[in-house]
């Protein structure tokens, strides 16, 4: 452990804002990529399914 | 040397069976590194004796500016291919990378900047690594906008390997003269990953991470080019047949 | 057609391309990164000149979006439609350049303090350069639109609307840099302020119906 305490662990030494800033950030911005990405082939195979049915029918 | 999974990658009805069973061990693996990486580096790496806990941000910033460099690279390598080899897949492998690079960048910018302001005193210093890493973010931009802006698809597909492998021709010279105006401009006395010697305990945090991000990245990747794969074969059987039989 | 409806139509067209807006941004970046590269990236050119650098940026980044406001309109025939709709085209226009504006101001406008970060700016001044901006922005986007009609009909029309309409660029650059520079030595900079924003009112009125009427004058 680095850290003696869970405060000292938060705060950082006075770096806290600087660092949970970035690991904030970077952590929304790869979930972002994450989530867009498994929607979109999501919705790519719905729309699929929805027009092979369709034809299907026709 | 052996090319012929090379050669199988190139099509698209065995890349996208190959994708599904490897993109979720790529992700699993990846994003478990990444987050030993990561907690380790947070929680149980000493400190910078220098820079103190802000140095930390390295296990963000240094996996981030690599992959954003890989990209790159892949982009360059695929715009190749699919010039000199025409396989089908190079380019669909660009549209699915080309943003991922860039939020690597991005998040490279980002870290690094935020990174600077307890180290150096400033969000942002024109400083070479800095500098090539935004240059490189604007590259990235410049080949999604192409990719954009065409409506023909062999048009843009066509366009878009022409702009990557004449980025990646341009790359190291780029570097080169941002350094070279660097060492003119700035009394070079910082730089982001000054640590020579890293110790074991901040080092393999840091492996960690970056092999992580690179699984992450990888099965991201996989998806995109399999959503896009399906855009692009809607009409073939064998999509036909993965969709409607096995709903996926 | 009515006026709401045109105004939602153009809301659509713009959240369907978003890459247009993301093109002014990223070029905008680009002009900023080419001083730094080109003169020197030291905190002692870069801070005083951070205004001008800015307003040059912003002007051209405006020029090059404004440049195709019109053409893809011309292009399908919906620019026709328009003129013969009945509807006041003076509006239409003025209603497409509110949609403009905020597509590519907005961006700019939250990304500014992150960017100002680039040139050293300091948060006082940043709070003056983000004043001039949203006063003088318009004026730029107004006197473009004049610009962006005249050339609709030209294929190679792009380099010309540049060089008709950078003159007119000039006073409301001219005032923005010189608030921005009254506010770095401590002085005051209403008066460039007011000045600003008589251009943007004075172009207001004028530059629609400029507009309307070059429009219908290179559709026919």
């Known amino acids: 452990m680095a850290f003696e305490s869970i405060n000292e662990f938060i705060s950082m030494g006075t770096h806290g804002p600087y660092v949970w800033s970035v690991y904030g950030i970077s952590l929304i911005l790869l979930f972002g990529s994450y989530l867009s990405s498994v929607k979109a082939k999501k919705n790519q195979i719905k729309r699929l399914k929805q027009r092979y049915l369709r034809e299907q029918k026709s | 040397m052996n090319w012929i999974w090379f050669h199988k990658l190139g099509s698209p009805k065995w890349f996208f069976q190959w994708a599904n069973k490897w993109s979720k061990f790529a992700f699993v693996i990846g994003v478990l590194m990444l987050s030993i990486g990561i907690v380790w580096g947070l929680g149980f790496a000493p400190a910078d004796y220098q820079q103190g806990n802000s140095f930390r941000i390295i296990y963000i910033h240094v996996p981030t500016a690599i992959l954003a460099q890989s990209c790159y690279l892949g982009l360059g390598v695929a715009g190749l291919v699919s010039l000199v080899w025409r396989m089908k897949m190079a380019p669909v492998f660009i549209k699915a990378v080309a943003p991922l690079g860039a939020v690597m960048a991005l998040i490279a910018l980002l870290s690094g900047a935020i990174w600077g302001k307890p180290t150096w005193g400033a969000w942002w210093v024109w400083d070479a690594r800095l500098t090539s890493v935004l240059i490189l973010f604007l590259l990235y931009m410049g080949v999604i906008a192409i990719q954009n802006s065409l409506d023909d698809l062999q048009l843009a597909d066509k366009a878009v390997a022409v702009i990557s492998v004449v980025g990646l021709i341009n790359l190291p010279i780029i570097k080169y003269s941002v350094e070279w105006w660097n060492t003119l401009h700035q009394p070079a006395t910082f730089s982001v990953t000054e640590a020579p010697a890293m110790p074991m305990a901040m080092w393999l945090p840091l492996l960690l991470s970056t092999l992580g991000m690179y699984g992450f990245i990888a099965a991201v990747a996989m998806w995109r080019m399999q959503t896009e794969v399906l855009i692009r074969e809607h009409r073939s059987n064998w999509v036909k047949k993965e969709i409607l039989d096995n709903g996926i | ?220």
């Open chain 3, 1 to 220: 057609m009515t006026y709401l409806s045109f105004f939602n139509s153009e809301v659509l067209a713009i959240f369907r391309r978003k890459q247009d807006a993301v093109n002014a941004l990223v070029f905008f970046l680009l002009v900023i990164t080419l001083f730094p590269l080109g003169v020197s990236p030291s905190k002692e050119f870069l801070q005083p000149a951070a205004g001008g650098i800015i307003w040059c940026a912003v002007a051209l980044a405006i020029l090059m979006s404004v440049e195709g406001m019109f053409k893809e309109d011309y292009n399908d025939g919906s620019l026709e439609q328009l003129v013969v709709s009945g509807l006041y085209l003076p509006v239409l226009i003025l209603l497409k350049l509110v949609v403009q504006w905020c597509a590519v101001m907005l961006p700019l406008l939250i990304l500014m303090p992150i960017l100002s970060q680039m040139l050293f700016i300091n948060w006082e001044i940043l709070w003056v350069l983000i004043l001039t901006l949203i006063i003088g922005s318009p004026a730029l986007f107004l006197i473009g639109t004049i610009g962006a009609a005249l050339t609709v009909s030209l294929r190679r029309g792009a380099v010309l609307m540049l060089l008709i309409i950078l003159p007119f660029y000039l006073p409301v650059i001219i005032f923005s840099t010189g608030a921005i520079g009254a506010a770095q030595v401590g002085q005051p900079y209403n008066g460039q302020l007011a000045i600003l924003a008589a251009i943007s009112l004075m172009t207001l009125t004028l530059s629609p119906i400029m507009a309307a009427v070059s429009i219908k004058a290179s559709v026919n």
